[in-house]
């Protein structure tokens, strides 16, 4: 069983960073992409970032030039660095897995984000 966990958020003002971790246990093999999720109260969930199976990157467009996400060589550690953060980033993020296939269908617990202006 594939485990994700997800730590790194906080509370900090807004212009502020957070780097985000998910680490990955169990049996990882089989995964096609990689990505952070966001929710907000009231909102839909949203793609923040993905890696694909072939190494391709994508971000949303409210976060592009501002979040990075990268892995590690093992591709057990997932990060999403954010930088110049706005009170709307304000909601819990999740990393998830595409195992065996290429829908998300492995997600961690959570860890919240909050951005005070």
């Known amino acids: 069983e594939v485990q994700l966990a997800e730590s790194g958020g906080g509370s900090v003002q807004s212009g502020g960073s957070l780097r985000l971790s998910c680490v990955a246990s169990?049996?990882?093999?089989?995964?096609?992409?990689r990505g952070w999720f966001r929710q907000a109260p009231g909102k839909e969930r949203e793609e923040v970032a993905g890696?694909?199976?072939?190494?391709?990157?994508s971000y949303a467009e409210s976060v592009k030039g501002r979040f990075t996400i990268s892995q590690d060589n093992s591709k057990t550690t997932l990060w999403l660095q954010m930088n110049d953060l706005k009170p709307e980033d304000t909601a819990m993020y999740y990393c998830a897995r595409c195992l065996g296939g290429y829908e998300y269908n492995i997600w961690g617990q959570g860890t919240q984000v909050t951005v005070s202006s």
């Open positions: 890696i694909g199976s072939d190494g391709d990157i």
């Open positions: 169990g049996y990882t093999y089989s995964t096609y992409c």
